[in-house]
């Protein structure tokens, strides 16, 4: 296999990966959507839920905030082998 399919082959595996993401996050919403519907259906005890999701998303900002703003981890993300 000569570099340029090679390097073809990469582009396609890296525009698949993206579209791959792209379809789990449009899942993940649509779910996330479903769940508040549902929520607010069964509204006295659909709040408990409600809050237990605003915690998980709370906690989830704050770790895509740390590891953005952690220099360390870019590092070694960039320079170790897999």
């Known amino acids: 296999m000569s570099q340029r399919q090679s ?9 698949f990966e993206k ?7 449009v899942v993940a919403l649509c779910y996330l959507a479903a769940m ?3 929520m607010f259906a069964a509204f006295p005890l659909g709040l408990i839920g409600l809050v ?4 998980v998303g ?3 900002i704050k770790v895509i905030r740390e590891r953005r703003a952690n220099a360390e981890d870019d ?5 170790v082998d897999q």
């Open 7 to 15: 390097s073809r082959m990469g582009l396609c595996v890296d525009n």
């Open 19 to 25: 579209i791959g993401y792209l379809c789990l996050a």
């Open 36 to 38: 508040l519907v549902g």
């Open 52 to 55: 237990a999701l605003v915690g």
């Open 58 to 60: 709370a906690l989830l």
């Open 75 to 79: 590092h070694y993300s960039k320079t």
